[in-house]
């Protein structure tokens, strides 16, 4: 007897914080139009890396997400990308950190994964692979929106006030939930983290991920968070599930959590109970805000936020639906 055809699934996110009700029509349409390009892939019989690829390329594209063009900036003003990609059947992956000069950073991850040895290239190097794999490089400028030197010149007032946003310092060492509620109130939880990623299951049982990032609001140049980096912000394996993370890099990057969450599944858990653990695992341990995307090879799913809104999109062959919070 012929084992049933799996049905295609696409999970999509924009973001976790506290999204304003001005930018909640925004968030919604971009996830929308990214989960359309997404499903269109898998309902034409499409792989499921080419359908996160694309999903994940829409939003870049959308200066609505802090992933490519309208990204935050770093303190000296510039826009530095990361961006992963994993394939869960050939357990395949491709990351690439700090580039400026890539419109799509998720495509120079696909040439990673593809065309080179390697599973990790940054800055310089990783500009130039891409390049020369057929990718056309650009001004950091053209990356560079008017509202992010804005946000970035009321931010250094800030901090030059010192009431700099405190997204994790110190988290990690408050033992009081109540404090860290208290703190994430007055700082990170309601600045933006619209990090993006999808997570899709295609009709021949093979699942995938992918996640892109500006990073943080006023970073130092050349910091990297858990976007890019294998097992943290993102994952994928047919043996267990496949995930993205968005919200607070550094917590998410010491607990390993997109690798803890998929282990969950491969030892049982159901996906949506697995999403609700990581992220009270996230806040319990580490003080940690942010948001989760899990999809099983099965096709069961989950997503799930500590912050007060997330921007998700799940698409199937019966549906698809949108959403700010759950």
């Given at each position: 007897m012929?084992?049933?055809?799996p049905?295609?699934?696409l ?12 930018y909640?029509?925004?968030?919604e ?17 499409g ?7 694309a ?6 594209d959308?200066?609505?997400f ?43 991850a ?6 080179s040895?390697?599973?990790?290239f940054?800055?310089?190097g990783a500009?130039?692979?891409a ?19 804005e946000r970035?010149?009321q931010a250094?007032?800030r ?14 060492d408050?033992?009081?939930p ?17 990090t ?24 130092t ?9 294998i097992g ?11 995930v ?15 690798k ?7 030892a049982g ?15 319990s341990r ?16 989950g ?7 997330m921007?998700w ?6 549906s ?7």
């Amino acid at each position: 007897m012929r084992a049933a055809t799996p049905k295609p699934v696409l999970v999509v996110h924009g973001g976790a914080w506290a999204i304003p009700d001005d930018y909640a029509a925004a968030h919604e349409s971009g996830v929308r139009k990214a989960m359309e390009a997404g499903f269109a892939v898998l309902s034409r019989g499409g792989a499921s890396i080419d359908a996160v690829e694309a999903a994940v390329t829409v939003m870049e594209d959308d200066p609505t997400f802090d992933a490519g063009r309208g990204s935050f900036l770093t303190s000296d003003g510039r826009v530095q990308l990361d961006a992963l990609l994993m394939d869960g059947g050939r357990m395949k992956a491709g990351g690439v950190a700090c580039v400026e000069r890539l419109r799509n950073p998720i495509q120079a991850a696909r040439l990673v994964l593809e065309k080179s040895p390697h599973v990790y290239f940054v800055g310089a190097g990783a500009e130039e692979f891409a390049h020369a794999n057929g990718m056309p490089l650009i001004e950091n400028s053209e990356l560079v929106l008017d509202r992010e030197r804005e946000r970035l010149k009321q931010a250094k007032q800030r901090e030059a006030a010192g009431l700099a946003d405190d997204t994790f310092s110190g988290l990690e060492d408050d033992k009081s939930p109540e404090t860290a509620v208290a703190r994430a109130a007055e700082t990170a939880e309601f600045q933006s983290h619209d990090t993006v990623g999808a997570v899709a299951l295609d009709i021949h049982g093979n699942l995938a991920a992918g996640t892109s990032t500006g990073g943080t609001l006023n970073k130092t140049p050349g910091r990297v968070g858990d976007s890019s980096l294998i097992g943290c912000g993102c994952y994928a394996d047919n043996l267990s599930a496949a995930v993205s993370l968005t919200g607070w890099g550094e917590p998410i990057m010491k607990l390993v959590l997109g690798k803890w969450a998929v282990d969950r599944v491969a030892a049982g858990t159901a996906p949506d109970l697995a999403t609700r653990e990581a992220m009270s695992y996230l806040f319990s341990r580490l003080g940690g805000r942010g948001g989760i995307i899990l999809l099983g090879p099965d096709g069961r799913f989950g997503l799930a936020h500590n912050t007060p809104a997330m921007a998700w999109g799940v698409a199937t062959e019966k549906s698809m639906e949108t959403g700010l919070s759950l």
